[in-house]
């Protein structure tokens, strides 16, 4: 396993009253990818700009590569960031905005030549030297300050929101983009986000934030799939709360009978008589006329009692189980009507429970 390059141990950051960080611990390791995830407000830049030494930490320790740095000023950090506004100096050319980390480390003019044409071929913007940022599109712009991240050579990369400005096509484009130039330089990178799809597609390690605090930390398939609490299930999507009774139990699997009577499978170890407090992804349940169930899972019967197409997804409410039960699915042929008697099924796997 790799070393760590960030340690934060016990980490408090107060704003008079307000703790914007109320004890953080975290490790990032060399060359990983880390997305510091959470709603508004849970402390994600601050953080992030405590890691970069633009604000001090009032209890605990920020170490990287096992140094601590509390106390070490910004530009004795050797760190490339990216903010959300990208803050290009807009009457400067492509190659002067790049230039601007190296004019203070002494670099000899034909490496900056050189550094700065390496940058823009690794964001993919070959022979843009000479022209201005608003000559350019919202997504090259975008390019052009990463580059500028990266020409310093870096040991961490930080990334604040630095999507949230382009429009949805682009974003998703750059999220690889970002993800490749990340991989191909393996430079150790926190990126601040409060979008899931981008902190799901990008990291290594996803951590989410709650209130200055970490909820939960662990790839992207266990925070989705296996949340430790509530709060983070319901961060990544729509979820269904149901509670059933088990009835039976074999090898890792329990019947649980559920409000109206309906019995299903659930990957659970636990004794018959428990009650269940279980937790569905709307994307985790499959809805289709009778007899169309997917082999495995357990079949509810329900009334669909409306429909919304989103284009891509369908998302249907359907009564089934005692409750409304949201299920989202691509649309896979004609949309079902509401009223219409449906099929359910669920894998034994796609439940959730909190301990
Ligand atoms: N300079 C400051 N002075 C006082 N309070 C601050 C300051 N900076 C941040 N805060 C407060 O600290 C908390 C965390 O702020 P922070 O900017 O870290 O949140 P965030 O997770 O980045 O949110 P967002 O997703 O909205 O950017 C908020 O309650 C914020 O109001
Ligand atoms: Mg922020």
């Known amino acids: 396993m790799a070393g760590a390059a960030i340690e934060i141990k016990g980490v408090e950051k107060k704003f008079g009253e307000v703790a914007a960080v109320a004890g953080l611990d975290l490790t990032v390791g060399e060359g990983d990818f880390v997305a510091l995830l959470g709603p508004s407000g849970c402390g994600k830049?601050?953080?992030?700009?405590?890691?970069?030494?633009?604000?001090?930490?009032?209890?605990?320790?920020?170490?990287?590569?096992?140094?601590?740095?509390?106390?070490?000023?910004?530009?004795?950090?050797?760190?490339?960031?990216?903010?959300?506004?990208?803050?290009?100096?807009?009457?400067?050319?492509?190659?002067?905005?790049?230039?601007?980390?190296?004019?203070?480390?002494?670099?000899?003019?034909?490496?900056?030549?050189?550094?700065?044409?390496?940058?823009?071929?690794?964001?993919r913007l070959p022979r843009m030297e000479e022209r201005l940022p608003a000559q350019l599109s919202g997504g090259q712009q975008q390019r052009v300050a990463v580059a500028r991240a990266i020409v310093i050579e870096p040991d961490l990369l930080l990334f604040d929101e630095p999507l949230s400005a382009l429009d949805a096509g682009l974003r998703e484009e750059m999220r690889f983009e970002l993800k490749r130039i990340q991989r191909n330089l393996g430079i150790t990178t926190v990126f601040v986000t409060h979008d899931q799809a981008e902190a799901l597609s990008m990291a290594d390690k996803v951590v989410v934030m709650q209130n200055g605090k970490m909820e939960q930390e662990g790839t992207p398939d266990e925070v989705y799939s296996r949340p430790t609490s509530e709060f983070v299930a319901r961060f990544f999507g729509q979820v269904n709360e149901l509670t059933g009774k088990v009835v039976g139990r074999r090898d890792g699997i329990v019947d649980v009978v559920l409000g109206d009577g309906a019995t299903v499978q659930?990957?659970?170890?636990?004794?018959?008589?428990?009650?269940?407090?279980?937790?569905?992804?709307?994307?985790?349940?499959?809805?289709?006329?009778?007899?169309?169930?997917?082999?495995?899972?357990?079949?509810?019967?329900?009334?669909?009692?409306?429909?919304?197409?989103?284009?891509?997804?369908?998302?249907?409410?359907?009564?089934?189980?005692?409750?409304?039960?949201?299920?989202?699915?691509?649309?896979?042929?004609?949309?079902?009507?509401?009223?219409?008697?449906?099929?359910?099924?669920?894998?034994?796997?796609?439940?959730?429970?909190?301990?």
């Open 266 to 355: 659930v990957a659970h170890e636990g004794p018959v008589g428990d009650t269940l407090r279980l937790l569905l992804r709307s994307e985790r349940v499959r809805v289709g006329k009778p007899g169309t169930a997917e082999p495995g899972a357990s079949i509810v019967k329900g009334v669909v009692t409306s429909s919304d197409y989103l284009g891509l997804m369908v998302r249907y409410v359907v009564n089934a189980a005692g409750i409304e039960l949201a299920v989202m699915q691509p649309k896979l042929g004609p949309l079902l009507a509401t009223g219409e008697q449906v099929d359910l099924s669920i894998q034994p796997s796609a439940w959730m429970l909190l301990g």
């Open 45 to 123: 830049t601050t953080t992030l700009r405590m890691i970069a030494g633009l604000e001090h930490p009032t209890a605990g320790d920020i170490l990287v590569k096992g140094r601590r740095v509390n106390d070490v000023p910004v530009h004795k950090r050797n760190f490339g960031m990216v903010f959300q506004n990208l803050a290009l100096f807009p009457h400067k050319t492509v190659f002067d905005n790049i230039a601007f980390g190296l004019k203070y480390r002494n670099v000899a003019k034909a490496d900056v030549v050189r550094r700065v044409k390496t940058a823009l071929d690794v964001v």
